[in-house]
């Protein structure tokens, strides 16, 4: 799993009154060479199941 940021952005998020949920969603991306391809089409496609969620 990737390192999450959740905290940091919740805290910023809490001090303006923004309310956030537990969940995440965490994809690789192709950066400098590193994970070539990516986000994938199975990414694309886990990144619609994660949304789906909160649409539903």
């Not at 959740?6 to 950066?31: N, R, S, T």
């Not at 060479?33 to 990414?43: L, Q, S, V």
């Amino acid at each position: 799993m990737l390192n999450s940021t959740y905290k940091k952005v919740k805290a910023e998020a809490d001090k303006i009154g923004i309310p956030m949920l537990e969940k995440e969603f965490h994809c690789k991306g192709e950066f400098k060479g590193i994970h070539k391809g990516r986000p994938n089409d199975d990414d694309i496609k886990a990144a619609a199941e994660f949304a789906k969620a909160f649409i539903a």
